[in-house]
Nanobody, 122 residues
Framework: QVQLVESGGGLVQAGGSLRLSCAASGRTVNTYGMGWFRQAPGKEREFVAAISWSGGNIYYADSMKGRFTISRDNAKKMVYLQMNDLKPEDTAVYLC???????????????WGQGTQVTVSS
């Protein structure tokens, strides 16, 4: 069993930065790929970024490239999402997931955290 807890969300002005963290627990968590998704009210869950279990493969949604950086520390069982140059359209609940396979698709994820709210004001 894997449990995920996100933190680091909040209210920030456009152009600002936030660093989200995902604390993972469970014996096998380091064997999973990890990803960040986001979901705004009335919208579908959207892929943000993902990283393979080794950290050797990293994927970003096109609109996040150059602004967001995903990383993981397997020793600490942590996954991070550094978000820079935030825009009002980045406002959403950000969720951390653990999965395998096609990490850009939420259907390949087995475990999810409860999410952390990010609000970007204009």
């Amino acid at each position: 069993q894997v449990q995920l807890v996100e933190s680091g969300g909040g209210l920030v002005q456009a152009g600002g930065s936030l660093r989200l963290s995902c604390a993972a627990s469970g014996r096998t968590v380091n064997t999973y790929g990890m990803g960040w998704f986001r979901q705004a009210p009335g919208k579908e869950r959207e892929f943000v970024a993902a990283i393979s279990w080794s950290g050797g493969n990293i994927y970003y949604a096109d609109s996040m490239k150059g602004r967001f950086t995903i990383s993981r520390d397997n020793a600490k069982k942590m996954v991070y999402l550094q978000m820079n140059d935030l825009k009002p359209e980045d406002t959403a609940v950000y969720l951390c997931g653990a999965g395998a396979g096609q990490l850009s698709s939420w259907t390949w994820y087995t475990y999810w955290g409860q999410g952390t709210q990010v609000t970007v004001s204009s």
